[in-house]
């Protein structure tokens, strides 16, 4: 998978290498498009201008790659989209601002990034913890308690493993 890289960082700078990666899935790529993450990845509605808030409270942090008819395309790596959906999901759960949903994973800063990191232990189960995890937990508490945001980020980045069936294909041994 690409390194994530600073936001002026063009980690694809060759126009035919970006074209040959689109080619593949974004689920063998490992990096995904706006698009892909507006329309496939993400299970709720977001707009570029939430990714643009989550990328400016420094949550995630796109790559870029230079197209061949010029400018240049912005790609999102798998994980810093976990991280994302992490978040709405949060959102979702406490009804907290988006703001405050970052917060909230900040106060442990390796939690999440441990969690996403490490999804591919979720390969396989197509279960879908998420209501379960935030009713057993008071939104207040969430939104503060360290191990009740553990398993509520776990149960996150299990339900997007499963809903996208990542860990089913094969990486073609460039992305490797």
Known sequence: MLATA????FTLREPSALGALLVYDWRMRGVLTDAEVLDQAID??????VLRHLQRLGQ????HGV????????LWPLTDVLKAQAVLDLRAAT?????ACVDAF???PQLLT???EDWERHVGNAEDRRSEAALAIQSDQLLSDCDALMKFAEASVEAFVGRNNLGQTEQPTFLL
Do not use: E, F, Y
């Not at 709720?44 to 201008?49: A, E, L, N």
């Open 6 to 9: 600073m936001r002026s960082d």
């Open 44 to 49: 709720q509605t977001v707009s570029t201008g």
């Open 67 to 74: 197209r061949a008819q010029g400018g240049r395309m912005r």
């Open 95 to 99: 009804g907290a601002r988006l703001a």
């Open 106 to 108: 900040a106060q442990c």
């Open 114 to 116: 441990d969690v996403v």
């Open 60 to 63: 995630i942090r796109a790559v």
